[in-house]
């Protein structure tokens, strides 16, 4: 089943005195609970505007929410949350509650999303577009934020939701054609149909389609690589990142994406901080090579933390220069950082250097590395302390009778990554016996 809506004005709603209970009270958008993954939710074209806030003790909003079931796509929307939440609350664009990825649509793009909060996905709340991309990627790679300038926003106005006219914004042809909707909310021919007597090069986002002055690229590029885990005192290890940009990624040496570092211990400034370029000379994916020799003191210890983030710019003759993940103090026009971009602040990602774990293992009652799988100081609490640098072969060489289940086997982390495997099996030519109780699953 597929409901698609579209070239529909959201505003001017109040909730003056509502407290939230975990979900936002005032929604633009919102798609119902549903436990079918047939259920599909279109958003095409609309403009929704949230604005006010409550006496409420815990007052939260969403210009669109999901709160479960459907899958969603968003495009060509304008999603603009300006209301100031108490309490607990939020103010969110995108709000899906505990929701796997599969049910955001992967072609969910050009949309505004202007908010304190870009997306909440029931658990984090993701501040910036920057951060949301990281974690919802392709979906929004050429969606914006930005502050729509409407010529009102009072519900009885005959202008409700429009664009003023003439300005220039983000907004004017950053859409794209939608089959089967050729028009807007005022039966104005939107660009690429027959009829159509503006300007634009493209549909304009949101349900007006208005004569307005393209705004060039004003958007950082889009960062987006897996999180790195615990990582093995060895001497580098390796990232590589999926970098986007409308107007196109610097490439070429000295301005290509970097990737920066330090112990968490070092200074937060230029001194403290060190980088490596991304191998190679071609585009996305970008390779980067850790090179704990860089840092202060030449090598990395278990215990230390390695913080990181990595820097892209564009290619407009005044770039444009994004990260993942945090902040800079003062906007750079380089991914060569100078001192006024430093301190980083916000979240930085990080991961904690550990004890490394390879090759074969051994479990039985006496005189081997471990006397049980479960038990306090047994093979799996080990391993769940440890980084895998390569595959681990377990041997039980005598029976296990008196297994407690205190520590499950967690997921291991990998430097690097290699797909290893983890191999428990019986040894020295007889059957094996594990057993024992356990109050749970």
């Known amino acids: 089943m597929t409901n698609d809506f579209y070239n529909n004005l959201v505003g001017d709603l109040r909730a003056p005195s509502a407290t939230s209970s975990g979900t936002p009270n005032v929604i633009g958008l919102a798609a119902a609970a549903v436990l079918l993954s047939t259920s599909v939710v279109n958003f095409y074209d609309n403009t929704a505007y949230i604005a006010g806030t409550s006496s409420g003790a815990s007052f939260a909003t969403a210009g669109v929410f999901a709160p479960a079931g459907p899958v969603v796509k968003l495009r060509n929307n304008i999603v603009a949350n300006a209301s100031i939440p108490t309490g607990s609350g939020r103010a969110v664009a995108v709000w899906r509650n505990y929701q796997p990825l599969w049910s955001y649509d992967t072609s969910s793009n050009n949309n505004d999303l202007y908010a304190s909060t870009a997306y909440y996905d029931g658990v984090t709340a993701y501040t910036t577009l920057s951060d949301m991309w990281a ?37 004017e042809s950053h859409a794209v054609n939608i089959t089967g909707i050729t028009d807007d909310y005022d039966a104005d021919v939107r660009q690429g149909n027959p009829g159509y007597a503006g300007t634009g090069t493209a549909p304009d986002v949101g349900a007006d389609e ?3 002055v393209a705004q060039g690229d004003v958007q950082p590029p889009a960062i987006v690589y897996s999180l790195l885990g615990a990582g093995a005192p060895v001497t580098s290890r390796t990232l590589t990142a999926t970098i986007t940009d409308a107007t196109g990624v610097a490439t070429i040496a000295g301005v290509r994406p970097r990737l920066y570092f330090k112990k968490s211990t070092d200074a937060n400034d230029d001194t403290g901080w060190k980088y490596v370029e991304a191998i190679g000379s071609g585009g996305s994916p970008f390779d980067f090579t850790i090179d704990y020799t860089l840092l202060n003191g030449g090598s990395v210890s278990v215990g230390d933390t390695i913080q990181y983030f990595v820097v892209a710019q564009d290619t407009r003759p005044t770039p444009n220069v994004g990260l993942f993940q945090g902040a800079f103090a003062a906007g750079p026009t380089s991914v060569a950082l100078t001192p006024p971009a430093f301190p980083i602040g916000g979240t930085i990602n990080s991961y ?42 377990v041997d039980i060489l005598g029976d296990s009778t008196a297994e407690t289940g205190l520590n499950a086997l967690n997921q291991w982390p990998e430097d690097p990554t290699g797909n290893f495997t983890l191999t428990i099996q019986p040894g020295g030519g007889a059957a094996r016996t ?3 109780n356990f109050a749970g699953g």
């Open 135 to 171: 974690v919802v990627s392709p979906r929004e790679s050429a969606s914006f934020s930005e502050n729509p300038p409407f010529v009102s926003t009072v519900g009885s106005s005959a202008n409700f939701l429009h664009i003023v006219p003439a300005v220039t914004t983000l907004l």
């Open 210 to 212: 208005f004569e307005g």
């Open 352 to 393: 904690t250097i550990i004890t490394s774990i390879s090759g074969a293992l051994t479990v039985c009652p006496s005189s081997c590395d471990y006397t049980s799988l479960t038990n306090a100081g047994g093979l799996f609490e080990t391993l769940n302390g440890r980084v895998f640098t390569g595959s681990v072969t």
């Open 434 to 436: 594990v057993s024992g």
